[in-house]
């Protein structure tokens, strides 16, 4: 089965990622979530890092807010994929937390979404799954072509609504 990992800096950003979780248990990812902080607990999430291949795990996402560099630190700990997502939590926005989790010096690969982005992190890392693992790539078309058809409807309904203006 596949095993992912989801780190959360402070559980203030749970609300947030309740997306994702949801996302993988949709598609059958069997997902461990923690709260661990880079700053708050920097040993803890180095040591789970160094460690999060022989736990079996095949992906990691890691959120946080403000000065985000947890996933920069799982990432430099670890070569198994890491996603960041950064929160918005402070008075900048989130822009702060995208810049810390976005700005990757060369060498140490994080792949950051959108602010809050908890769907679309859940979703990458499925697809990195996938690889693997074939059934989550059927899933994932399947998802693809129920998305292109509720757009066709949405346009099929906005142009009836014009024509009775
Ligand atoms: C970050 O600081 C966390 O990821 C959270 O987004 C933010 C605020 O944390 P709390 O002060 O709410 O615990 O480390």
Redesign the pocket.
Known sequence: MPKAALI??????FPQLEKAVKTFKEYGVDLDAFVM????TPDETSAFAKCAEKSGYEVIIA????A?H?AGIIAANTVLPVIGIP?K??TLDGLD?LLSTVQMPGGIPVATVAIDGAENAALLAIEILSVKYPELREKLKKARKLMKESVSSADAEIKARISEL
């Not at 959360?8 to 950003?13: A, V």
């Not at 959120?63 to 403000?66: D, E, L, N, S, W």
């Open positions: 959360m800096g402070s559980k203030s950003d902080s880079a700053h708050r959120a946080a807010g403000k985000a947890l929160m939590s402070s937390a």
